[in-house]
Nanobody, 115 residues
Framework: QVQLVESGGGLVQPGGSLRLSCAVASGRIFSINTMDWYRQAPGKQRELVATITSGGNTNYADSVKGRFTISRDNGQNTVYLQMNSLKPDDTAVYYC????????WGQGTQVTVSS
């Protein structure tokens, strides 16, 4: 079993920034696999937000392009999601995901964008 531990969520005003972190317990597994961030808003399906491969290639949902940045630190076994210019529509529970076997998920961290 691979554990993913997320942190960094919270309440922020529109236009503000947050950085989410996701630490993976196994360094060997982390460094060779693709990681994703997903989010799920109330009453909506979980959606893919951003992806980063082991080589650092990234991909983003259209709704967050230019505002969010996914990155990884293989030495710290951690993936990050820097979120800038946040909007109320970004309010959701954010989950990190490891693309291995059937997939592993973090516990989720709440992000609320509200004035």
């Amino acid at each position: 079993q691979v554990q993913l531990v997320e942190s960094g969520g919270g309440l922020v005003q529109p236009g503000g920034s947050l950085r989410l972190s996701c630490a993976v317990a196994s360094g060997r597994i982390f460094s060779i696999n693709t990681m994703d961030w997903y989010r799920q808003a109330p009453g909506k399906q979980r959606e893919l937000v951003a992806t980063i491969t082991s080589g650092g290639n990234t991909n983003y949902a259209d709704s967050v392009k230019g505002r969010f940045t996914i990155s990884r630190d293989n030495g710290q076994n951690t993936v990050y999601l820097q979120m800038n210019s946040l909007k109320p529509d970004d309010t959701a529970v954010y989950y990190c995901h490891l693309q291995l076997r059937g997939g592993y998920w973090g516990q989720g961290t709440q992000v609320t964008v509200s004035s």
